[in-house]
């Protein structure tokens, strides 16, 4: 099994096991909290907006926000990483955090990279040639040939991606319950 492989299949259990260990090393504030779910926020419309053009096993989906970056979830996620790390108020809890998201979403982006490389072949290798893989162009890229696309609230439910904003509103209320058993 190579790198690739272990954080793709791994990277979810393993993210479970560091949220505990950040967790146990949050020192939460009211004003830490409201600052980083304000931040998540932004990375949840992100992730939302990605999910809504987002056609998974169909399509080389290259319009909306994947006009920008080649992986707008991803980095919709790494925004949810920096707010989480605001809310819990913790240098390691934060190091924690973010060292895990850029370790393994670098190999796991890698790697569905490869697998869209082999699905749609010299489509993605002109895709991939003009927008970047992470942090985004500042103007969209006209690929040649694609539909305009659009946000569609079916492939929203479809992706799945209201599981992101149910997962991090849990964390916030975590941290404030955490904050109030510490409080003094």
């Not at 931040?39 to 989906?61: N, P, S």
């Not at 393994?104 to 040639?129: C, I, K, N, P, Q």
């Amino acid at each position: 099994m190579t790198a690739l492989d272990f954080f793709s299949r791994w990277r979810v259990r393993i993210g479970y096991f560091l949220a505990i260990v950040a967790l146990l090393l949050a020192r939460p504030t009211p004003r830490s909290i409201l600052l980083g779910a304000a931040i998540g926020l932004i990375g949840l419309a992100i992730r939302a907006c990605a999910a809504g053009y987002l056609h998974k096993q169909e399509v080389l989906t290259t319009t909306g926000p994947y006009a920008y970056t080649r992986n707008p979830l991803y980095f919709g996620s790494s925004i949810m990483a920096i707010g989480a790390a605001v809310a819990m108020h913790s240098w390691l809890a934060a190091m924690l955090l973010l060292v895990y998201f850029a370790l393994v979403y670098s190999f796991v982006m890698r790697r569905e990279e490869m697998e869209l490389r082999g699905r749609h072949g010299a489509a993605f290798d002109t895709f991939a040639a003009t927008v970047p893989l992470f942090f985004p162009r500042l103007t969209p890229n006209r690929q040649p040939g694609a539909t305009s696309g659009s946000f569609s609230w079916a492939h929203y439910k479809r992706n799945h991606e209201y599981e992101a904003l149910v997962g991090f509103l849990f964390l916030l209320i975590v941290l404030a319950v955490i904050w109030r058993l510490r409080a003094p």
